[in-house]
C-alpha cells in the first residue's frame, strides 16, 4: 500500500499563486507515476498533471503555462506549483500514484481544496 498526503491547498484571489505537496509513504519502491488530479463541484475528476519517476510530464491543456509539477525521487514527493490561477481552478486537487501510466490511477490522496476567488 502507498499512503499520499496532500498540503499547501487554500484560498487564493484570481491571478494569484499556490503550491501544492504531496508525501509518500509505504511501498513506494515500485511507483512510477505520480500526478494531480482536480474535481470541482458537479463535475467529473480530470486529471491535471502527471510526472514518471523519469520527470517525463504531461499536462491538461486548460493549465499548461500556468502550473508545474515537479518531483523529488529522494524525498518521495511531488509538488504541484500553480500561477495565474484563473475561478475555473476552483476545486479539491488529489495527489495520487501509480505503478504504471494508467486511468485511473491506483492511489489517491484525501484530497486539498483550492479556491480562487474573482
Request: hydrophobic residues 35%.
Amino acid at each position: 500500500q502507498v499512503q499520499l498526503v496532500e498540503s499547501g491547498g487554500g484560498l487564493v484571489q484570481a491571478g494569484g499563486s499556490l503550491s501544492l505537496s504531496c508525501a509518500a509513504s509505504g511501498s513506494i519502491f515500485a511507483i512510477n507515476v505520480m500526478g494531480w488530479y482536480r474535481q470541482a463541484p458537479g463535475k467529473q475528476r480530470e486529471l491535471v498533471a502527471s510526472i514518471t519517476r523519469r520527470g517525463n510530464t504531461a499536462y491538461a491543456d486548460s493549465v499548461k503555462g500556468r502550473f508545474t509539477i515537479s518531483r523529488d525521487n529522494a524525498k518521495n514527493t511531488v509538488n504541484l506549483q500553480m500561477n495565474s490561477l484563473k475561478p475555473e481552478d476552483t476545486a479539491v486537487y488529489y495527489c495520487t500514484a501509480d505503478t504504471i501510466n494508467r486511468l485511473p490511477p491506483i492511489y489517491w490522496g484525501q484530497g486539498t481544496q483550492v479556491t480562487v476567488s474573482s
